[in-house]
């Protein structure tokens, strides 16, 4: 069964770090990019970024609202993703969620498809 | 950013009720759309992608159209476990700014 699984959240004051984890399990992990994505309390998700496979140079991609701020990075042989946040702000509080990527071919069409999702893991950003 | 209205933004609908949700894009995006369920404190579920490609493992009820800018999810008979929240989500700017609509929360009649 393929899992994933975020950990590393919790309460932080504003300007401070956290690095979240995504644990995969399941499937090939070294094979897929992985994507972050974030919702706020009460409200809608939110794409934070991705990294693509060693394959594809390993490369990272990041939303304009996090860009600077955030990174994220892998490690193939313990199959984990990582989000590393810093000069963390209070509109950073969120349930963060890691997905799987993957690139189906619909119609002649290329099409990115994030599934599954892991549970999520709560950041808390408050003084 | 390309934008995404969803509407209705709260539906109120009972069992076997026929349910349709639609989603805009402020600009064209193929069939770059795929649509997710999400129940409180879960993660959001894949239910289609491609527009109109359903997800293995989701049930037949549940079925998506469009292209371009006009796109719908339609369940063909709502059944208890389906009240949830609906998001879409376009994919036409990836691998940047992928955006989702402002959800559809579809409840109890």
């Known amino acids: 069964e393929v899992q994933l699984v975020e950990s590393g959240g919790g309460l932080v004051k504003p300007g401070r770090s956290l690095r979240l984890s995504c644990t995969a399990s399941g499937f090939t992990f070294g094979d897929y990019a992985m994507s972050w994505f974030r919702q706020a309390p009460g409200k809608g998700l939110e794409w934070v970024g991705f990294i693509r496979s060693k394959a594809y140079g390993g490369t990272t991609e990041y939303a304009a609202s996090v860009k600077g701020r955030f990174t994220i990075s892998r490690d193939d042989s313990k199959s984990i993703a990582y989000l590393q946040m810093n000069s963390l702000k209070t509109e950073d509080t969120a349930v963060y969620y890691c997905?799987?990527?993957?690139?189906?071919?619909?119609?002649?069409?290329?099409?990115?498809?994030?599934?599954?999702w892991g549970q999520g893991t709560l950041v808390t950003v408050s003084s | 950013d390309i934008q995404l209205t969803q509407s209705p933004s709260f539906l109120s609908a009972s069992v076997g009720d026929r349910v349709t949700i639609t989603c805009r894009a402020s600009q064209g995006i193929s069939s770059y759309l795929a649509w997710y369920q999400q129940k409180p404190g879960k993660a959001p579920k894949l239910l289609i992608y491609?527009?109109?490609t359903l997800q293995s493992g989701v049930p037949s009820r549940f079925s998506g159209s469009g292209s371009g800018t006009e796109f719908t999810l339609t369940i063909s008979s709502l059944q208890p476990e389906d009240f949830a929240t609906y998001y879409c989500q376009q994919l036409n700017s990836y691998p940047r700014a992928l955006t989702f609509g402002g959800g559809t929360k579809v409840e109890i009649k």
């Open positions: 491609a527009a109109s």
């Open positions: 997905t799987r990527r993957e690139v189906t071919m619909v119609q002649g069409l290329r099409i990115p498809v994030f599934d599954p």
